[in-house]
């Protein structure tokens, strides 16, 4: 599905009513430096329930915010070299509650992931254009 910059809020609150219900709690939020995966996820915790400031986790890691039903958990793995790091901070034991974990740069720990997940995929189409694509592994 193709979107504009300025539709991002209303896709975010589509997603959050239609494709989270049906979604794992885990899922990876791929695709190129600036292609909007923070901005996406901003916006999604706001139709979540989150009333705090959402930052991207680029130097911690991992934020923590409470939502309305769930907690949620954004990792931004960016920053990971090897997947031991993330073992060392414990990454395996969030998917173990029934909390949102959204993450970036899920590419950085391939081995870690749990065997159900979903996979959002952003695509540059050009300047305010993107395109999203859902994916279950089950």
């Known amino acids: 599905m193709q979107y504009t910059l300025q539709q991002l809020d209303a896709l975010a609150k589509t997603f959050s009513e239609k494709v989270l219900p049906l979604s794992h709690n885990v899922i990876l939020f791929q695709g190129a430096m600036g292609v909007g995966k923070t901005t996406f996820i901003k916006a999604l915790c706001k139709h ?3 009333t705090e400031r959402v930052n991207s986790p680029t130097f911690s890691l991992v934020n923590e915010y409470q939502g309305e039903e769930r907690k949620i958990f954004h990792f931004d793995l960016y920053r990971i070299e090897q997947e031991q790091e993330a073992l060392d901070f414990g990454i395996e034991e969030y998917w173990q509650e029934n909390n949102w974990c959204f993450i970036e740069w ?3 720990i391939p081995s870690l992931l749990p ?5 959002v995929l952003f695509t540059f189409i050009d300047e305010n254009t993107r395109e999203i694509t859902i994916i279950q592994h089950n």
């Open 106 to 108: 899920a590419e950085r």
């Open 115 to 119: 065997d159900q997940y979903t996979e």
């Open 48 to 50: 979540l329930g989150v």
